[in-house]
Nanobody, 129 residues
Framework: QVQVVESGGGLVQAGGSLRLSCATSGRTFSSIVMGWFRQDPGKEREFVAAITWTDGSTDYADSVKGRFTISRDNAKNTVYLQMNSLKPEDTAVYYC??????????????????????WGQGTQVTVSS
């Protein structure tokens, strides 16, 4: 059973930075895509960023391009989300998800919840104005 565990959330002032971490364990496959989503109460869960484990291809939501960076550490089985220039509207519970990478599917396939097989419990990020 694949486990996905997020960490690194917290309270930060607008303009500040946070780095989220997501560790995976228990997987026996190497071709994996890791994604970050977020959800504010009363709103639908939305895509933030994704990265392929094999070649490091990335995809971002327009709302975070230029401010957030997704990266991976293969040796640690960990993916990171570096969040800079945070805004109050970035406040949400951030979820990490993992998916078996499907052959011939581009990274953009993984910008929807349905593309993922395993989910973490989420970590709260609050940006004060």
């Amino acid at each position: 059973q694949v486990q996905v565990v997020e960490s690194g959330g917290g309270l930060v002032q607008a303009g500040g930075s946070l780095r989220l971490s997501c560790a995976t364990s228990g997987r026996t496959f190497s071709s994996i895509v890791m994604g970050w989503f977020r959800q504010d109460p009363g709103k639908e869960r939305e895509f933030v960023a994704a990265i392929t484990w094999t070649d490091g291809s990335t995809d971002y939501a327009d709302s975070v391009k230029g401010r957030f960076t997704i990266s991976r550490d293969n040796a640690k089985n960990t993916v990171y989300l570096q969040m800079n220039s945070l805004k109050p509207e970035d406040t949400a519970v951030y979820y990490c998800a993992a998916a078996r990478q499907k052959p011939y599917y581009s990274i953009h396939y993984y910008n929807t919840e349905g593309g993922y097989d395993y989910w973490g419990q989420g970590t709260q990020v609050t940006v004060s104005s």
